[in-house]
C-alpha cells in the first residue's frame, strides 16, 4: 500500500494526538472496537513521525498540547505527503463558537469537543474514512488524458 491509502482490510487509519494518555487511550480504545485500525501519539512531532510510517486517514488532533499546539502542528500536517490528504479534526475542551469557526477557516476538517459520547465519535469518523475512501476511489478511476 502506497503513501496515503486507505486499507482495504480494516474500515480506516485513525491517528490520536492528545498528550492525555486517559483521553488518548479511551478513544483508540472506543474506535479499535468500531474496526478501526488506530495508532496513537503523545505530541505532534510523535504524530508526524509516526504518520510518515503509517499513512492515517484521519487524524484527532488535540489543540493545547506543550511544545507543538494542534494549531501549528496543523500547518506542518497539510504539507507532509504522509498527512496532507488526511481528514483533520480538531479536538477540544475549550471551544468556543468564534473559535469553532476560526479553525474550520484555518484547514480543520471539523472540530470535535471533549468530552464526545462514543456514538457521535464513531459516525463522525465513519463520516470522514468514507468520504476519504470516495476521493480516493475517484481519483484512481480517472482516466488518463491521451496526448
Same mark, same amino acid.
Given at each position: ?16 494526538? &492528545? ?28 504524530g508526524l513521525e509516526l504518520a510518515t510510517q503509517w499513512p492515517p486517514d484521519v487524524i484527532m488532533l488535540d489543540i493545547a498540547m506543550p511544545t ?28 468556543? &463558537? ?31 474514512v468514507r468520504d476519504r475512501k470516495a476521493r480516493d476511489a475517484r481519483s484512481s478511476d480517472t482516466p488518463a488524458k491521451e496526448p
Amino acid at each position: 500500500m502506497g503513501g496515503g491509502e486507505v486499507s482495504d482490510t480494516t474500515n480506516g487509519r485513525i491517528l490520536i494526538i &492528545d498528550d492525555n494518555d486517559a483521553v488518548r487511550i479511551a478513544h483508540q480504545r472506543l474506535l479499535e472496537r468500531a474496526g478501526y485500525e488506530v495508532r496513537a501519539a503523545a505530541s505532534a512531532f510523535a504524530g508526524l513521525e509516526l504518520a510518515t510510517q503509517w499513512p492515517p486517514d484521519v487524524i484527532m488532533l488535540d489543540i493545547a498540547m506543550p511544545t507543538v499546539s494542534g494549531l501549528e502542528a496543523l500547518k506542518i500536517f497539510k504539507t507532509k505527503p504522509a498527512t496532507r490528504d488526511a481528514h483533520i479534526v480538531a479536538f477540544s475542551g475549550f471551544i468556543t &463558537d468564534d473559535e469553532l469557526d476560526r479553525f474550520r477557516r484555518i484547514g480543520f476538517d471539523d472540530v470535535l469537543p471533549k468530552p464526545i459520547d462514543a456514538d457521535s465519535l464513531t459516525k463522525r469518523i465513519a463520516a470522514f474514512v468514507r468520504d476519504r475512501k470516495a476521493r480516493d476511489a475517484r481519483s484512481s478511476d480517472t482516466p488518463a488524458k491521451e496526448p
